[in-house]
């Protein structure tokens, strides 16, 4: 844990306006522990420049009012969606991404310059499948 803080993975605006503990569970603290080490920290290495966290642990009452899928990683703390600031910042940060033990790494919406914001995953106990995906 060297660029990024658990309140920075735990923290939300919208878990704030509603009032929503979204204090991690033991084990998605372990998760997101190992997310930075393994994913968040090396590229943020490498990028060289600081990595927006947009949303990382989140609570299965904040999941449900932020639109969240109901088998999201974000519940278990094992993802994050993260920026740069720019599609072309966005769009050098996941070829970094690419290059990492990831489970799941998804382009999302963006335009052809990169990314609008990137979620990758990781999976602390279980196969890290590698998985690209471009929406
Ligand atoms: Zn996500």
Redesign the pocket.
């Known amino acids: 844990m060297k660029y990024f803080t658990i309140e920075e993975l735990t923290d939300s605006i919208v878990a704030r306006q509603l009032h929503i503990d979204n204090t991690p569970t033991p084990e998605a603290n372990k998760n997101l522990e190992a997310l930075v080490e393994h994913i968040l920290d090396p590229a943020r290495e490498i990028l060289g420049k600081p990595i927006r966290v947009n949303?990382g642990y989140r609570c299965a009452t904040l999941n449900n009012c932020v639109g969240g899928v109901a088998n999201?990683q974000?519940l278990k703390g094992e993802?994050a969606?993260i920026g740069t600031g720019s599609p072309e910042g966005n769009r050098i940060l996941f070829d970094i991404l690419l290059n990492m033990p990831f489970d799941q790494l998804i382009w999302e919406r963006g335009n052809k310059h990169g990314p609008a914001w990137i979620?990758v995953s990781y999976c602390r106990n279980g196969n890290n499948r590698g998985e690209v995906i471009h929406l």
């Open positions: 949303s999201s974000h993802a969606d979620h």
